[in-house]
């Protein structure tokens, strides 16, 4: 499945962020720059080449592939400390940081597991596994997966900005706040 070539992306239309988080979240391990996310905390961090081979395996097609990352779990993605080149990515771990607070905020409040105005609720942080237990029994969207599937071609080991790179910004759709 992994080959070389890097092509320009195109969907039939674009796609929803949390679509795309879905698969990452499916894909991607508990290896964080160089450590790894203790497993209590139910999060994902990097995609690597390895990672695919050991989850999804010699996948050549988008409906293998898709069929394959249904089966997976999801770890909700943790937001990378520092940009890709910097050495202060190692801190990932220890900040422990969810990708797209917002959409992770939005998505506990549409599902009842958190609301904003209890004072005496959980933290949103420690809801991370209620949710992603929830998201690991809902499919995978189609088109997500055919543009993880044509991403993924020739990847080397991606964090969630340069798998959101790798996609396309103009393939993913953000929710107006």
Not at 29 to 44: I, L, N, Q, W
Not at 96 to 101: F, Y
Request: overall charge positive.
């Amino acid at each position: 499945m992994i080959g070389l070539a890097v092509s320009v992306l195109i969907a039939t239309s674009p796609v929803p962020v949390m679509d795309v988080l879905q698969v990452y979240g499916r894909l991607a391990g508990p290896e964080c720059f160089g450590k790894t996310v203790p497993a209590a905390a139910g999060a994902s961090c990097q995609l690597t080449a390895a990672r695919i081979r050991e989850t999804i395996g010699d996948v050549s097609s988008e409906a293998g592939f898709e069929a394959r990352l249904a089966a997976l779990p999801f770890r909700w993605p943790l937001k990378p400390y520092g940009t890709a080149a910097s050495p202060s990515n190692v801190k990932t771990v220890a900040i422990n940081k969810n990708a797209e607070t917002a959409v992770y905020m939005r998505e506990l409040e549409q599902r009842r597991l958190y609301n904003k105005n209890d004072p005496t609720g959980p933290l949103p942080t420690s809801l991370r596994p209620a949710l992603d237990a929830q998201l690991s029994r809902e499919p995978v969207s189609p088109e997500a997966s055919k543009l993880a599937f044509r991403a993924l071609r020739g990847a080397p080991t991606l964090d969630w900005f340069s798998f959101l790179e790798r996609i396309g910004a103009e393939q993913v759709v953000w929710p107006r706040y």
